[in-house]
């Protein structure tokens, strides 16, 4: 009898090639089908990410111009994917604030329709938190492949960022 029992522990030390071959295989199975939607998961959280920090960038930039009693100014380059915000001087000039030009993400693009004027690429946020009336409506839209968010801009300065549009 205590030789049987010895035989059955020896079995089960560990597990047997095909034990391991199994999992392996259902390993595979598992990460196959969810390795795409995480690839597209990770498309649309660029373009999603783009459009947010936008957005934020923008009413920070409105928050500065209303305390520091200022304007500001956000220069789109929608050929290049990059983005500026301005601060005006007493003097007129506009001075970089902060002083960094923000570029898009690879396979992100940047589409712009602000105010009557086709050529117009900026947005001037007023020291009283309104965007100046040339400028408005304003929408900018970031595309990717298959997704599309727009952040819009209204005349009273409120910023929102809208999916599909």
């Known amino acids: 009898m205590f030789k049987i029992h010895r035989k ?3 079995l089960s030390r560990g597990f047997t090639l095909v034990e391991t071959m199994v999992v392996l295989l259902i390993m ?49 380059n929608t050929v290049s ?5 301005d601060r005006r001087e007493t003097g007129g000039a506009w001075v970089a604030d902060p002083p960094e030009v923000f570029i898009l993400p ?3 693009q940047m589409e712009a329709e602000l105010g009557a004027e086709a050529s117009n690429l900026d947005i001037i946020l007023g020291p009283q938190g309104t965007v100046d009336s040339i400028d408005v409506p304003a929408t900018i839209h970031f595309i990717s492949e ?18 599909g549009s």
């Open 28 to 76: 595979a199975v598992v990460l196959g089908t969810a390795l795409p939607n995480f690839v597209d998961h990770q498309r649309r959280n660029k373009v999603e990410t783009s459009a947010e920090n936008l957005a934020a960038r923008l009413k920070l930039a409105r928050q500065k111009a209303i305390a520091r009693r200022t304007k500001y100014r956000l220069t789109l």
């Open 106 to 108: 690879d396979g992100i």
């Open 146 to 163: 298959d997704d599309t968010l727009t952040v819009s801009v209204v005349r009273t300065g409120r910023i929102r960022v809208i999916r």
């Open 81 to 85: 994917g990059t983005y500026q915000l």
């Open 8 to 10: 059955l522990t020896g």
